[in-house]
């Protein structure tokens, strides 16, 4: 019989392999083959290791090394050395343990992808991403292991079990990985046994147009009851019985089963104006969707019939939350067009139109926060441009309809009235005259998106 010997086997990862089995009660194929990830492209670790303890199988059974194929027997549990064995009339049991260094966990990879793809199996997603939570002693077991057999190839250990789990998802679900915005993220915490699904949110891009005057954007929760319901709100919990949020929201959550609905909106306009022209940009966020692919068109459609005439929508598509950073940004610089019908204390004469027109094309405004929403912003003066003004006709002496174009974040209503000086130079303050604003329609939002 020929002794073991690492002279018999020159080769380094062969040698290196042995000293890891030969140090462990167990070393699954997963963990012996993670320490050489960086050799062997196209395998997995599981194959990697499974391909070691076979070579080393093999080369012991050609020299007839008995405490070679004892190792990889007893430590390494590699079937093919136990069946060599018994040619030699030696019948040899593995240790009867779970992994030295993983602790079993991935031996039991089938079990936790059986369970993932139980638990979502009823949910709809095209993209996923797997993480992990591993006991930090196993991290500083194996950090240790390599740092005592100087092993510079391997790989993190949540990394392949990431992988690896993906790509038992994959086979099963047909469903692709996204390490940027996965429908679903599935978390396997492996100290506390526990696995847990979070389905992202589902982002629809469109714009909407406000048909009528007195509908808020967002819900407004009654301030006396806090949503709660009271005699003031007539048990709603809301100020409003409805709002631009909801007519898009509810049917929206109707055909996602979302839990929730979210409108973030470039920019704003005020309850009493219309929203008209090409629409305003909105991203609605829905929460915890369990349908994310349904067609857009029957979705435009059943938001307009629900709104009734109030509200419609247009160019509904998917896309990513970062959408909603970028409508957010830019609504304060976002160009908007106004029509406005307003009432002056005097008579408009022909010189008055020329005046105005000359005096408001091109200029920059001086604003402070206008009176009216100094309870919700802060107090502080907005320079805004104004690039166009125009007064379109002149009604009964002393009514006029004006269009004007200017830069998002602009209260163009003080713009007309002066807001007790808060806002200069103003229509009002030019004039010397009282203005009242008897409507306002936001007829062109200038976004690209």
């Not at 019989?1 to 462990?24: G, Q, R, T």
């Not at 059986?114 to 930090?136: A, M």
């Not at 990394?159 to 692709?176: A, D, M, Q, V, W």
């Not at 908007?336 to 204390?345: A, N, P, Q």
Request: hydrophobic share 35%.
């Amino acid at each position: 019989m020929i002794s073991m010997n690492e002279n018999h086997l020159d080769n380094k990862i062969c040698s290196k392999a042995i000293e890891l089995l030969k140090s462990h009660k167990y070393l699954c194929d997963s963990c012996l083959g993670r320490q050489f990830a960086a050799y062997g492209s196209g395998l997995a670790n599981k194959e990697r290791g499974f391909a070691i303890k076979t070579l080393l199988t093999m080369n012991a059974h050609r020299l007839e090394d008995l405490e070679l194929l004892k190792v990889l027997a007893i430590h390494g549990k590699c079937e093919s050395a136990i069946k060599t064995l018994l040619i030699f009339g030696i019948d040899t049991q593995p240790h009867d343990s779970k992994c030295s260094l993983c602790e079993g966990i991935f031996d039991d990879l089938p079990k936790y992808a059986n369970e993932i793809i139980e638990k979502i199996k009823d949910v709809d997603f095209d993209t996923f991403l797997v993480g992990s939570k591993i006991s930090p002693l196993l991290l500083e077991r194996e950090d240790e292991l390599r740092a005592n057999y100087r092993i510079e190839s391997g790989e993190a250990c949540k990394s392949e079990l990431n992988r690896e789990l993906g790509k038992y998802i994959h086979k099963f679900t047909e469903k692709n990985v996204s390490f940027q915005n996965p429908d679903v993220v599935i978390l396997l915490d492996t100290i506390n046994n526990e696995l847990s699904i979070s389905v992202n949110p589902l982002f629809i891009y469109g714009r909407y147009r406000k048909l009528i005057r007195g509908i808020p954007q967002s819900t407004w929760i009654c301030s006396s009851c806090q949503g709660k319901g009271c005699s003031e709100c007539n048990g709603t919990g809301k100020r409003y019985s409805e709002s631009i949020e909801e007519l898009i929201s509810n049917p929206t959550l109707e055909l996602t089963k979302g839990k929730d609905g979210i409108l973030h909106a470039s920019g704003r306009e005020d309850i009493d104006a219309k929203m008209l022209g090409n629409g305003r940009p909105f991203v609605l966020e829905i929460k915890e969707p369990k349908i994310r692919n349904i067609s857009l068109d029957k979705l435009q459609e059943a938001i307009n019939n629900y709104a009734q005439g109030k509200v419609e929508v247009l160019d509904l598509r998917k896309i990513t939350r970062e959408i909603i950073r970028q409508i957010k940004a830019r609504s304060k610089f976002t160009e908007k067009t106004y029509r406005l019908l307003v009432k002056v204390s005097r008579k408009i004469e022909v010189v008055d139109v020329n005046r105005i027109e000359q005096a408001f094309q091109s200029i920059t405004i001086d604003q402070r926060t206008p009176q009216r929403v100094l309870h919700r912003r802060v107090d502080k003066i907005r320079q805004k441009r104004v690039f166009s003004f125009k007064i379109n006709q002149v009604l009964d002496d002393n009514i006029m309809e004006v269009i004007v174009h200017c830069e998002g974040g602009l209260y163009v209503k003080e713009l007309l009235t002066g807001d007790e000086g808060f806002t200069k130079p103003s229509v009002s303050e030019l004039l010397n005259s009282d203005i009242e604003v008897l409507e306002i329609d936001v007829i062109k939002v200038h976004s690209n998106l």
